[in-house]
Every structure is written in structure tokens, then in C-alpha cells.
């Protein structure tokens, strides 16, 4: 941190905010805080995206300010109006409003062509005839200086006319382009001239074909934020060359200047961010769809059953820094488990189930047991859940020839069923050819109703169950990461991210057994499966199937290496 502050001030939790807070003391901008959101539409936002997103309104909130949401749309060959709606979708769900701001770059087409025109008046920027390729030649490298194009030095009238004609349509794509006349031989090879328009005779989702011509990134987005009196313009770290250019274009144009902040981007192990490369794995349909629960993308996220309270919570905890660092996947999870903790109601699945049948229950007769519904949070409430003479429990709850200390079920062995009785197993009955164990002959001890006992019998292991007459079918995916290695995106000569694509990323489990009350459950709702993990209903869900995603698993890999960082 350069800024020094003052040692009675509260310190701030981060360098933006130590920033804004000293502009704030020093009056600048009549004590306003306006930040902005400035996606491009052209993919789906991520979970990168979601920290600017949380740090551009969380700041506008904790300031008493303003956030705008604006659209970066000056490419239209990549850009749909499909993802300007996901990306509205995907802000209002992390739990953000931009009120009635939402704003385009390509509202401001005209305006930009205006400043463009000022910059040609005051003899800094020209229309130059060299092919893309030659002004790449022309530019140098980082090592070199550039060229000068010998198109530098026309007058302004010839400049004029020759803007005027490429907005007219009169020239092929890449016949001309509009270059800022900075200097060739500039360090900064973003002061090079830079093109600031570049003819493009594609149709906009949005001004459709009225512009033939259309502002490079570079030239939009300063003076946008200049445009809508952005105060603090954050951005991530790649832009930092690129802001003596900024600094440029606003002080040629003498208009408004945003403060422009940049900090390091997200990233995160065992997969992608970059919208390019998720676009990849859609098209190539590596996954299914930017919403496949195994994306990083936002969408994708809501749709495994991640609340926007832990995504809010995961970018609080990782805060903002000015160097690039990779964080673990595992603290995401956490700060998830955390909220799912004291908020999903626990109910009994069996995923892979094993028939169970109680000899001495009586046949026909089903007890409705009272189960609680989250002992993290007593106002949850407690339901109803029927027991009957056949049940089903978890294939694994069960070993005919037991190691030691294996603490559940085995022949002669007794067990607890949560919430309901102790049984033992009597009998266990096999497939004659295969010699797989297909179902349990057990009773029951009517005196352990609810589950305990007061003769002082230890019973060490408890097992969910459902009902077998009562359960409701269930298919269950279940998830690891969608790579394999933690760095996917770091690839040798040849190789290709792809290539590391983890193929056991996605389990699908049919046939398991759910307590009836989960027919119920609306698509997106969470539960805790007891001793399995979290899980939401996914929206494939219909007639006659419940599809659970698992959201995250119970063990919570970022607490042991908390634990062992404090040892
Ligand atoms: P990508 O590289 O994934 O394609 P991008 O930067 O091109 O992302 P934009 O739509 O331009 O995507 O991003 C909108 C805003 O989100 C920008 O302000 C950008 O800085 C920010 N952003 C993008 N990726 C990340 C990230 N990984 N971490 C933090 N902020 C990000
Ligand atoms: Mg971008």
C-alpha cells in the first residue's frame, strides 16, 4: 500500500477502499462514489466476474454511492442479446440492483464518433490505409520501437472526409482504420498509435445496421466511465498499461476523469475462467451448456445448488489484492458448506439401496416418526416420516464379513435407524449365481422407539433409511472438479487445456430411494442428505423422476488445512 493514512482513521479492509476513502476526505468529485459493472455479452458471466461484481456494488453501497451496470458491446460479431439477459439473470441472483442505470456502450456510438472528431480537429488522430498485418509490422515490439505509418501526416480535411466515408459504408472491412497520433517510439506499445476505429460491416444486437464502423475497447471505455461520471473506475491488472492511454484520450477531449483502480483478477485451481475457453467446452459440448453445474460460470453454480449468500461470503473472504495469486477451489466449498450448514433442511436418501426387511414388524402397519429438520436451526421444525416392515438402507451400511471397527451393520450386528428403531441383522439372503448380498432378513426392538434405549446398550453406528412402500425414486449426479489437474489452463507445446479435462467429473446414480416428502420440492430447493452431502433439486426434474445435483460433499478439505496452517 503506497497511500499513507492517517493513524487515528480506521484502516480500511482493503487498498480500493483506503483510495476511495482518502478521495472522499479531500472532497474530490463533490464526495461522490459511482463505480460500474462492465461485462462484455459475449459468454456467460463466472465466478471471477461475480467478485468484481461483489466489489463494485459493495463499495457503491458501503459509500452511499451508485453502481451502473454497462454493457461493453463494441464487438459484434461475439456478442448476443441471449447473454446481456443472462448476465442481468446472474447479478439480480448474487442480490445486486443497478435501479434504472443500466447502460450500453453502444448508447454513446455517436458521441464517441463526436470526441473522434475533436481528436482528427486537433491534428491527433488519422485515418491510415496499412493492412491489419502491416500495422502490426509497423507497431514493433516490446524490445523495439514502431514505424511511423506513412499515412501520419494527412491534413485534417482529408481525415475528415475519409472518417466520414468509412461511416458511410464506402470502404471493405480492414480497408482504413482511425489511429490515435500518439508515438511510435513510446516504451508502452499501447501508445503506438493505437486504432481507435476499424470498419466492420457486421449487424449489432443492438443499433443493428446503422454503424458499419465500430470503437475499438480501448477507445470505448474510458470515456464511458467519462461519459456516466464514474468516479472509480476498477479494473483488473492487465489494464494497468493501457491506463496512460486512458489518461490520454481524457486529456486531449478535456472531459470528465475516472479514477481508474486495477486490481488482481480471480483465479481459481481445477479450472478456467477465461470466457473464451468455457465458450469451448459448450460448443464442443464437453459439458452441457454454460449451466452444467460443473462450470464455473454463475449459472452453473445456481444450477449445483450454490447460494448467493456463500459466493458474497467467498468473495469477502479472498478480498482484493494487487498481486495475481491462484486460490483453492476448497475455500469456495467451505464458505458454502458454512451456509448450507445452518440452512438446509437434513433428509434421508439412499442412493445405493440395499432391501431391508423387519420379520417382527407387523406387516401392514406404518408409524409416522417425528424427525427434526435441522438441528443448527430450531426453527426449522421437525416432519413426519413413515417406518414400515420394509425399508431400504445404504449398500455400504452393510458388510457380511466385517473389518474391525466397522461400526455398521453385519450379520448378528445391531444398528440404529435414525430417528426411528435399533434392528439386527438375522439373515441375509444372495443372488445364487452371482453371490451378491440382495436383501437383509432383520428385527426390530420396539423398545428403542426413536432411536435410543435406556438399558444402557451401546449401539455405535446409525444409518438413514427410507421406507420402501413410501420412497420416492431419484436419479443423483454427483460431481468432481471438471479438471483434473489444478492448473488446466497451463499446457506444454501441443497440448491443449482439453486434454485435461478430469472424465470422471460427472456420476449419474439411477435408482435411488428418497423420503416421500422430496416429491414435493420445487427445483432449486437444498437439503442436506444425512451423511451424504448437500444436494439440489435440478431443474430436469419431471414426471415421475426426481435429479438431484450433489452441491458439495460434507467433508470440508479447507478446514483441515485452516487447522494445519494454526498448528
Ligand atoms: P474473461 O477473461 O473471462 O473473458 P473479461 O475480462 O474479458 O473476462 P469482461 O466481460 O470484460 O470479461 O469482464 C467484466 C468485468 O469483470 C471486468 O471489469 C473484468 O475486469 C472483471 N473480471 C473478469 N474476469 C475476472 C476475474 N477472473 N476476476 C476478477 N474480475 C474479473
Ligand atoms: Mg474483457
Redesign the pocket.
Known amino acids: 500500500m503506497t497511500d499513507k493514512t492517517n493513524e487515528t482513521e480506521k484502516t480500511s479492509a482493503n487498498f480500493i477502499k483506503t483510495i476511495i476513502e482518502k478521495d472522499l476526505q479531500e472532497n474530490k468529485n463533490n464526495s461522490r462514489v459511482h463505480t460500474r459493472?462492465?461485462?462484455?455479452p459475449n459468454?456467460y458471466l463466472?465466478i471471477?466476474?461475480a467478485?468484481?461484481i461483489c466489489l463494485n456494488f459493495g463499495l457503491a453501497k458501503e459509500y452511499n454511492g451508485l453502481c451502473n451496470l454497462r454493457f461493453?458491446d463494441t464487438n459484434p460479431t461475439k456478442e448476443e442479446e441471449e447473454y446481456v439477459q443472462s448476465i442481468k439473470e446472474d447479478i439480480r441472483w448474487l442480490g445486486f440492483d443497478w435501479g434504472d442505470r443500466e447502460y450500453y456502450a453502444s448508447n454513446y456510438f455517436e458521441q464517441l464518433y463526436q470526441y473522434a472528431v475533436r481528436l482528427i480537429e486537433a491534428g491527433k488522430a488519422y485515418i491510415c490505409d496499412l493492412t491489419p498485418d502491416e500495422t502490426r509490422q509497423y507497431r514493433g515490439t516490446l524490445t523495439q520501437p514502431g514505424k511511423e505509418s506513412p499515412f501520419r501526416n494527412r491534413t485534417v480535411e482529408e481525415n475528415l472526409d475519409l472518417l466520414g466515408r468509412m461511416r458511410a459504408g464506402e470502404f471493405p472491412d480492414g480497408a482504413r482504420t482511425l489511429r490515435a497520433k500518439i508515438d511510435m517510439a513510446s516504451p508502452n506499445v499501447n501508445m503506438r498509435d493505437p486504432v481507435m476505429y476499424r470498419i466492420l460491416k457486421a449487424p449489432h444486437h443492438r443499433t443493428g445496421d446503422k454503424w458499419c464502423i465500430y470503437p475499438m475497447y480501448d477507445w470505448a471505455h474510458g470515456q464511458c466511465d467519462s461519459i456516466e461520471g464514474i468516479t472509480h473506475s476498477i479494473?483488473?491488472l492487465e489494464f494497468e498499461a493501457h491506463r496512460p492511454l486512458y489518461d490520454w484520450f481524457i486529456d486531449q477531449l478535456a472531459i470528465f476523469h475516472s479514477r481508474q483502480i486495477e486490481f488482481a483478477?480471480?483465479?481459481l485451481n481445477y479450472t478456467v475462467?477465461?470466457?473464451?475457453k468455457l465458450l469451448e467446452l459448450v460448443e464442443g459440448g464437453y459439458v452441457n451448456g454454460w449451466n452444467d453445474p460443473r462450470m464455473p460460470t454463475i449459472s452453473g453454480l445456481r444450477r449445483r445448488g450454490y447460494t448467493p449468500e456463500a459466493i458474497r461470503e467467498f468473495a469477502e473472504r479472498i478480498g482484493v489484492a494487487k498481486a495475481d495469486s491462484t486460490v483453492d477451489i476448497a475455500l469456495l466449498e467451505h464458505c458454502l458448506r458454512e451456509d448450507l450448514n445452518k440452512r438446509a433442511p437434513r433428509v434421508m436418501a439412499v442412493l445405493a439401496p440395499l432391501k431391508v426387511i423387519i420379520d417382527n414388524y407387523p406387516e401392514g402397519q406404518v408409524e409416522w416418526l417425528e424427525a427434526e429438520n435441522n438441528p443448527e436451526d430450531p426453527a426449522a421444525g421437525a416432519r413426519k416420516i413413515p417406518f414400515s416392515r420394509e425399508i431400504y438402507i445404504e449398500q455400504d451400511d452393510f458388510r457380511e464379513d466385517p473389518p474391525k471397527k466397522f461400526f455398521r451393520l453385519s450379520p448378528g450386528k445391531e444398528i440404529r435407524l435414525k430417528h426411528a428403531y435399533y434392528i439386527k441383522c438375522e439373515r441375509v439372503v444372495k443372488d445364487e449365481r452371482t453371490g451378491e448380498v440382495i436383501q437383509l432378513h432383520c428385527t426390530y426392538d420396539l423398545q428403542s422407539r426413536g432411536g435410543w434405549t435406556n438399558d444402557g446398550r451401546v449401539v455405535k453406528g446409525t444409518s438413514h433409511w427410507v421406507s420402501a412402500a413410501h420412497a420416492v425414486d431419484a436419479e443423483v449426479r454427483l460431481y468432481e472438479h471438471l479438471f483434473s489437474k489444478e492448473d488446466p489452463g497451463v499446457v506444454k507445446d501441443g497440448a491443449d487445456f482439453k486434454d485435461n479435462l478430469n472424465p470422471d467429473s460427472l456420476a449419474v446414480l439411477s435408482g435411488c430411494k428418497v423420503e416421500p416428502g422430496l416429491a414435493e420440492a420445487k427445483a432449486g430447493d437444498r437439503f442436506q442428505f444425512l451423511r451424504q452431502g448437500y444436494f439440489c433439486l435440478d431443474p430436469d426434474t419431471g414426471a415421475g423422476k426426481l435429479v438431484f445435483n450433489r452441491t458439495v460433499s460434507l467433508r470440508d478439505t479447507w478446514s483441515k488445512i485452516e487447522k494445519k496452517t494454526q498448528e
Do not use: A, Q
Open positions: 459493472f462492465p461485462p462484455e459468454g463466472h471471477g466476474h467478485k468484481s461493453d479494473c483488473t483478477r480471480l483465479n475462467m477465461s470466457k473464451r
